[in-house]
């Protein structure tokens, strides 16, 4: 059973940072597609950016530039940088780990990010 934990969340205003972390259960970034979700109040899971066993990365159009996946397979942990946050980007944040890029098997409980202006 994989299991992923999400740190890093909090409150930043407008133009911060935060970076949030995605702790595995196991060696699964040798296996698992990692992606990052958001989901604000009222709006849609989105993809923001996803990094594929290979290492190659996807971001969302509303996050190119701005933020940076990465993984550590030595210490089991995705990571994502976030910068230049603007409100837009207020909402809980999920890791999913996936077999494939267009399926998600596993997910974590969520961090919630809050941008102020």
């Known amino acids: 059973q994989v299991q992923l934990v999400e740190s890093g969340g909090g409150l930043v205003q407008a133009g911060g940072s935060l970076r949030l972390s995605c702790a595995a259960s196991g060696s699964i970034f040798v296996i698992y597609n990692i992606a990052w979700y958001r989901q604000a109040p009222g709006n849609q899971r989105e993809l923001v950016a996803l990094?594929?066993?290979?290492?190659?990365?996807n971001y969302a159009d509303s996050v190119k530039g701005r933020f940076t996946i990465s993984k550590s397979i030595v210490k089991n942990t995705v990571y994502l940088q976030m910068n230049s946050l603007n409100p837009e980007d207020t909402g809980t944040y999920y890791c999913?780990?996936?077999?494939?890029?267009?399926?998600?098997?596993?997910w974590g409980q969520g961090t919630q990010v809050t941008v102020s202006s």
């Open positions: 990094i594929k066993v290979s290492g190659s990365t």
């Open positions: 999913a780990a996936g077999l494939t890029t267009s399926q998600y098997d596993y």
